[in-house]
């Protein structure tokens, strides 16, 4: 059982860039899944989460409108979309997944089981 998460890097502002997370071991189709961050000196926080049945229930102020959560069932997979990236998105990303995360509880990094090893995101001018 293993969340992979890739696509960091080091962008520009304003720039875009997409990370994918892909489950093995287990199927993410009817999971919450969620992408939460920690920048240092920084809590982990949430970003965008997203409910088993698909619905985005949550973006959070600083990244809404600029960031997308997507799930590709059929990959097994979870994205992130991120757009005009700035100097404060840089943390390392983290992709969770829990097969019983409730609604109100959906940004709460400790009701996830499953996460992912991190991808660091690098803003930089």
């Known amino acids: 059982v293993q969340l992979q998460a890739s696509g960091g890097g080091l962008v520009q502002p304003g720039e875009s860039l997409t990370l994918s997370c892909t489950a093995s071991g287990f199927s993410l189709s009817h999971l919450a899944v969620g992408w939460f961050r920690q920048a240092p000196g920084k809590e982990r926080e949430g970003v965008s989460c997203?409910?088993?049945?698909?619905?985005?229930?949550y973006s959070s102020d600083s990244t809404a409108g600029r960031f997308t959560i997507s799930r590709d069932r059929a990959k097994n997979t979870v994205y992130l979309e991120m757009n005009s990236l700035k100097l404060e998105d840089t943390a390392v990303y983290y992709c969770a997944a829990d097969p019983s995360v409730i609604l109100s509880s959906i940004t709460m990094a400790a009701q996830y089981d499953y996460w992912g090893q991190g991808t660091l995101v690098t803003v930089s001018s």
């Open positions: 997203m409910s088993s049945r698909n619905f985005v229930e």
